[in-house]
């Protein structure tokens, strides 16, 4: 049994080389479960309409739509960029709130952030980003790291620059993995690291690919980080 786990790619405009290398992967070698983990699209960067008409969305709309017909299930957690997505959106894809599979737990992570999962600040916040756009999105630049920002947080500089962020949120996910006995894999974050038979930032795809790869309960991280 094989599953890849990819998230965050931030998908609002134009072409992107890191959603059609990471499509034409998955087409050209299947996996027996596709998992896209959330922040597939950025409402923060763009309407839906912007969305579902930008090429990088329709590639994977593509490659959802052809493992649909050729037998391959896929799945989507549409948390939390994702807000507002339907399941018209991706048609082929299965809308999920997570993903247990050979002993792992995959998520989308924002559950276990101090900022956005754990306090009543997501409510309001969701609220405002789907009525008031206009208030919301300044507001989210001005007080919280954008994703292209949270890159810079990846493997090269994880172990040189604390973020609280990025500590607690996977911090909290361990707790959860000690919880329930099970593995925990997030995207959110957008810093790629494993802990083998424990925990896993699967990391993004905005400029790069990272992804976790499960084969039979045994997970290594892919792409081109
Ligand atoms: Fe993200």
């Known amino acids: 049994m094989k599953t890849i786990f990819a998230t965050d790619f931030h998908i609002h405009h134009g072409q992107r080389p890191e959603v059609n290398a ?86 989308h992570g924002w559950e276990f952030s101090l900022d956005w999962g754990l306090g009543p600040v997501d409510n309001v916040a969701y609220w405002m980003a789907r009525n008031k756009p206009e208030w919301m999105i300044p507001f989210y630049h001005k007080f919280f790291k954008t994703p292209g ?21 996977h911090s909290i996910a361990r707790m959860k993995a000690q919880e329930t006995n099970l593995n925990v894999a997030v995207g959110h974050f957008h810093t790629r690291i494993l802990e083998p038979d424990f925990f896993a930032d699967a990391g993004h795809n905005v400029g790069s690919n990272s992804w976790l790869v499960i084969v039979d309960g045994k997970a290594a991280l892919g792409g081109t980080p």
Request: hydrophobic share 35%.
């Open 149 to 169: 920002q949270l890159v810079n947080y990846d493997a090269r500089t994880y172990r040189e620059k604390w973020h609280w962020k990025i500590e607690t949120g």
């Open 22 to 107: 990471f499509c034409d992967m998955i087409e050209d070698c299947p996996p027996d479960l596709t998992v896209l983990g959330g922040d597939i699209a950025d409402r923060w960067q763009g309407t839906w309409k912007d969305i579902l008409e930008c090429p990088a969305w329709k590639r994977m709309q593509s490659m959802a739509n052809q493992l649909y017909h050729r037998g391959y299930p896929i799945m989507w957690i549409p948390y939390n960029h994702d807000y507002g997505a339907k399941p018209e959106y991706l048609p082929g894809a299965e809308m999920v709130d997570r993903v247990i599979i050979d002993g792992w737990m995959l998520c």
